[in-house]
């Protein structure tokens, strides 16, 4: 495995969330600060709208639950900036929220670095203790492992003040996919068996076998990051499976077509279908069907089942 093309992918990732925002698809004073602006082509500015609100206003409903304290772990968080969105413009939904990102430490570095250097975010995280690689302030630690060691992550969740009795969710946003099954399975198995309360919610590449498919994964694989999961999970269903067998009883997946059009809300859509000249419909259609959005829900509690029930409203 390439780590190093793996771990290029946090900047590829920024700078794509940096076009679409500065564009209008949604509000981030911070992606400046974590990338620099190279304007993206329309579909990927749309793609990134729908990936990115998807997951937000999941999100959201889950810290907008009424349920005291909750954890978000986001694995593999790159130079995502959710938390300090969150935090300036939503600061009551982070109230006993404990939010930890992880990454390589590599990344982790990098985001420390950049952190300690832009004022507004530095603001953001408060008092912090920090060292070249990890950051930990009240409600949040950013946290440097190896995802593929498993002992690794527990250390540092620990580390982080992670409580696996209390309420958490868990975002991998295209991240998993770059891991073997053998490393991403017990990881699953283990927020499964140890957390009392677990969601998770994943955004990751599908159906590699037709055309448009064989192609996305070679373009990816030619970059030198292989999606090393994609053929153990190449269809909704078989997502469905993954997590059902680590003891994730509610299991949603999704192709980002049906989150698009039957998920995120109706009026915000047309209005954001209007900010570029877009004549690439059937292609954005094609590459959405080979993305997908699955949440899976340990227990059947009110709090998350009102996740679940997000995939049903459509004026949040
Ligand atoms: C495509 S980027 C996504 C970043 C972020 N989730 C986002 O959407 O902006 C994938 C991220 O996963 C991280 N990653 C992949 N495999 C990992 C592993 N084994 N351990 C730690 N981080 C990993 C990479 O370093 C990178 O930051």
Redesign the pocket.
């Known amino acids: 495995m390439n780590?190093a093309s793996?771990?290029?992918?946090?900047s590829?990732?920024?700078s794509c969330?940096l076009s679409a925002s500065r564009l209008g698809y949604w509000i981030d004073p911070f992606a400046s600060m974590f990338s620099s602006f190279h304007r993206k082509m329309p579909l990927i500015n749309r793609g990134y709208y729908a990936?990115?609100r998807s997951i937000e206003l999941l999100l959201h409903r889950f810290l907008g639950t009424n349920s005291n304290a909750k954890q978000v772990i986001?694995?593999?968080?790159?130079?995502?900036t959710m938390f300090f969105r969150l935090k300036t413009m939503h600061p009551e939904l982070l109230k006993d929220t404990l939010y930890v990102e992880?990454?390589?430490p590599?990344?982790t570095k990098s985001k420390v670095r950049l952190c300690r250097r832009h004022k507004a975010v530095a603001e953001c995280i408060g008092e912090v203790e920090t060292n070249e690689i990890e950051m930990k302030a009240q409600g949040y630690a950013l946290a440097a492992?190896?995802?593929?060691?498993l002992s690794t992550v527990q250390e540092k969740l620990t580390w982080a003040g992670i409580d696996p009795t209390i309420p958490t969710l868990v975002?991998?946003?295209?991240?998993?996919c770059?891991?073997e099954p053998e490393?991403s399975q017990p990881l699953i198995d283990w927020f499964g068996s140890a957390f009392t309360d677990c969601a998770i919610i994943v955004?990751e590449q599908i159906r590699p076998h037709d055309a448009f498919g064989q192609t996305m994964v070679e373009n990816i694989s030619l970059r030198g990051c292989d999606l090393k999961s994609i053929h153990a999970y190449p269809e909704p269903e078989d997502q469905h499976k993954r997590f059902a067998a680590s003891g994730f009883g509610h299991v949603e997946c999704w192709d980002m077509n049906r989150v698009y059009y039957e998920y995120l809300p109706l009026d915000e859509r047309r209005q954001k279908e209007h900010l570029e000249l877009f004549d690439e419909l059937e292609e954005y259609h094609m590459l959405q069907g080979h993305y997908c959005l699955v949440v899976a829900v340990k227990n059947a509690t009110s709090l998350y089942m009102s996740a679940l029930e997000l995939y049903q409203s459509k004026d949040d």
């Open positions: 780590d793996v771990q290029a992918t946090a590829d990732a920024a969330k990936r990115v986001v694995l593999g968080a790159g130079q995502d992880m990454d390589f590599m990344i492992a190896d995802l593929r060691e975002l991998s946003e295209c991240v998993l770059y891991m490393y955004y």
